[in-house]
């Protein structure tokens, strides 16, 4: 594993740990529904915070094994659609 690709995992981890809760596709969502009001609203640094993580992780993503590529697509985009949703989300806090 490249030292970039460790320290985007290891921000994951110290942002969000390991529990339950903690996947990029859990994180994306629970980011969503924070800015959309259908779960309690996260700081404004929370969420610049996690914009800048899930950056790292894109940045860092891996090509997928034999067979998986479908949905690790799937996650990929979701985390794309969650950095564009959390910086449209800053973007309307600084207004």
């Known amino acids: 594993m490249n030292d970039a690709r460790q320290i985007a995992l290891a921000w994951q981890e110290s942002l969000f740990g390991r529990s339950h809760g903690s996947t990029l596709p859990e ?4 980011m969503r529904m924070a800015a959309n009001g259908s779960a309690d609203p996260w700081p404004t640094e929370v969420v610049r915070t996690t914009v800048g993580m899930l950056e790292a992780r ?3 993503w891996q090509d997928s094994r034999q067979g998986e590529k479908e949905f690790d697509d799937a996650v990929l985009a979701m985390v794309k659609a969650a950095i564009a949703y959390g910086k449209s989300h800053l973007g309307e806090q600084s207004k």
């Open 27 to 30: 994180i994306c969502l629970g």
């Open 58 to 60: 894109v940045e860092t």
